[in-house]
């Protein structure tokens, strides 16, 4: 047996000291390295080969909405590297932040965050924040303000663990689960993220980030969704050329069937649209309209062998059927472990 | 002085990866084991004979309810044995969870412990839940809902924090503090569990793991209560059973004055009964009816020399009167830091 | 190099398991030797000169009130000195606390901190507790009810993270911040302590305590506060002849400008007067009235190159104007981090 030394993989030089924003900030090489990474951190008992290179450290986690997945995973994966987690609920046991600048200060926010951020970076070495998108404004969630601004004022690295516009802890764990479970490579695979129901509207941090990894790994990806749900021209374009460039393909279908015609991964989720935003009355209708777009085992029969895929939290016998969901193609659980190995690897690229 | 490792008690072998959900799941011989080893961890700094069996390994503590004892007691038994624990206050900063099987979840719950705990379970190590009932419906809060769904779906094993029906860790910790009062052993210890007033309707499952630890370990078990609030004739003769079985013996009464009489042990409790639920307006009127039922020092006077115990929290000056909770018969700090040497004997069982 | 334990500065004796209330409680030379122990553990990366003093130790956070900085900065201190933090949020997540004695507890609150702190003395090393004042009966507050029930009912030290009356954390880190930037020491320094403006009534914890540590260490101390919101004739003796006893001295004034002229620091801070307390019809025209009680640049022009304070979270364009806290002078994070250097050599004074 080789000493342990010579086991570890190379550093992935790319990461130190950088921030995690987006899967959009690396390259898709640079991705498809840190997938290995993770692959080969999940291979060893508590990611073992991966040392202990948060001795020492803390992480902030910054939490502006609720959490399971993403807390449990990344405490454990702060731990499992030798570092400490400190979770913070903003709103309910600290002060609410403002974000804006300029502002007179004088209503219900008490901390801005051009003071809390640079504080926090005193006393700790990395910041993790969760901030869903406000769905009021279109314009403001594009910006992802509160990220944004975290990535602003902070002097430590900054990992996203959702904000209004991306999710990529999420899609670096979706992507890992993909290629465990596509032996031949991402070359070829048609992987489908297909809307789904839901009694209200969601954000689309996850199925955005979803589609740019798919497209940075260039696999062959259907997106579908009803016609009042689909993406903007422009960003199915910049999704198209990514994996175009990456050696993939993308088209878009208001339709379910030729989503699951063959396919080899099923990846459900709903979302909302910015059309409908501060509208519900135009919105909950189409809703009761597109019940059907619920994944059962009918539809999962139409694949080739595909998998059924969604980040959770899931509604059952809404999104998805307790058929589909407790048989033998759902990966979910596999999906959901694969963010702590992935978050290792990133843990260990950002502190190498 | 001999090496440290031959003061080390044999690993409890019976506890070993297993789940604890009541001290019923084990027999009276192993229960008595479990209470000898916490014993023996007590009499060391930190438990040091225990070692640090949980060395890299993590807790989620999943609270649906408010804990401070339960709360700050595993954790340090958790960090003291080598380990880390992740609080989760469910609903509070997480998702709220849905536990019933084949429910359409279009309503407020947004996640499944069917998919909660499997995941959960691939992050951690061992899962300690607290569940209180929902006093709705007796024959709901029977199942044991939530704990039987975090039992049945999980893959390490369950530590039960108090759930509709059962609280064993604070038996453990009852039972313990009844021996080490007991000089002679439990045999012929006169224990009495006496309902108290309390200004809302209580679960059982304090007096229930009580009474059924109580008549494990084969004492003389009295329980006193108000006629409305006594527990049901199957139940008394189950624990009637095993008190027999043990070596003890059990009576119900329903005056105050047969429990205090000559008494060893007196462990006040308020607790609801399932004739009420859901029905204030019969339950209230007969609380101010039993407002004499508060132990006050002249009834501690009747007992042999007796300790005074109560779980915690407790309300002065109606459930039991300042003069007894801070007079000298008073153990119930003693009670409560036996959670700390209970727990650990446990987790150190379980985790051998 | 000399090896490590010559570098290691004497423990501070007169801490050692101690509670730390108000910094009343020590000395001023005692007081001066814990801030150059601040300073020097400041000076080695992670304190590495105070070692692990808290290794296997446990340090229960107690917070009645929101925190972000006093929480962070202490678990990470708890951390970097080899222990662990327990945070717990009082009434949420935990039972509500009782603190008046021979009260018959038939109301909202159902535990006494009779009880609630003798047990966690059985589990943890330390308790660390935020309790603000009620802001409702002066003569309530002024007996820091909280604070006093849990120093009489704790068996371990008890830390003050904030009180009713005193916030001894702030003022280490404060005088701590104006000691860097005061390179000749604390004689002859013109330290001001300026009322601001807000948009309703603040506890008067912080400038209490900065007022009280700043007479400790004898600097000239100037208090500026509108006539209604000045503090009492007393409490200004006192700090009076503690400033003298120090070598300092200290005047109060009415207006801005002799606060600001040739003034080496402004410690900026809103502040409430037991005079308005549950009358918010006469306090907040007033607030109206005194909306120019905000630090701008071009006051700051008036000092002799001074250096703006703030305790945070504070109200920009309220407090303070962008242009001072985003300016040269403003040295409001320096002095947020500091909060981690002073309690860390606090608690390796306390478990020395």
């Known amino acids: 047996m080789l000493p342990l030394e010579l086991h570890r993989p190379a550093p992935l030089a790319f990461l130190k000291g950088r921030s995690f924003l987006s899967t959009g900030d690396m390259s898709g090489g640079e991705f498809r390295q840190l997938l290995d990474a993770a692959l080969a951190a999940k291979q060893e008992k508590a990611g073992a080969n991966l040392g202990r290179p948060l001795a020492g450290k803390t992480v902030g986690l910054i939490f502006f909405n609720p959490s399971l997945r993403t807390r449990v995973s990344m405490t454990v994966a702060i731990q499992q590297l030798g570092g400490s987690a400190i979770p913070l609920e903003i709103g309910a046991g600290t002060w609410d932040l403002e974000h804006r600048d300029g502002v007179v200060m004088d209503g219900m926010k008490v901390e801005h965050v051009r003071e809390a951020v640079p504080v926090l970076c005193q006393y700790v070495d990395a910041l993790a924040v969760r901030c869903f998108p406000g769905l009021k404004s279109w314009e403001d969630d594009l910006l992802d303000p509160v990220l944004a601004a975290f ?68 696999v062959d990806l259907t997106i579908a969704a009803p016609k009042e749900y689909m993406f903007g021209d422009d960003t199915l374009a910049n999704w198209g050329e990514t994996a175009l460039a990456a050696g993939g393909s993308l088209q878009a279908v208001y339709d379910r069937a030729p989503a699951f015609d063959g396919a080899h991964v099923i990846y459900a989720k709903s979302w909302s649209s910015p059309k409908f935003y501060g509208k519900p009355e135009l919105d909950l209708p189409l809703r009761a309209k597109y019940q059907h777009w619920q994944v059962v085992e009918e539809e999962m029969q139409r694949t080739d062998d595909g998998v059924f895929m969604h980040c959770l939290p899931v509604r059952r016998n809404v999104v998805v059927s307790d058929g589909v969901l407790d048989g033998p193609h759902s990966v979910v659980v596999r999906q959901a472990a694969n963010r702590l190995h992935a978050q290792k690897a990133l843990l260990a690229g950002i502190f190498a």
């Open 151 to 218: 990535a602003k004022h902070a002097t430590v690295p900054v990992i996203n663990l959702e904000s209004a516009m991306y999710h990529p802890c999420q899609a670096l764990a979706d992507m890992m689960t993909i290629q465990e479970t596509s032996p031949g490579g991402f070359r070829g695979r048609k992987v489908s993220l297909v809307w789904a129901n839901h009694p209200k509207a969601l954000p689309l941090a996850v199925p955005q980030s979803f589609a740019l990894a798919a497209a940075q790994c260039g």
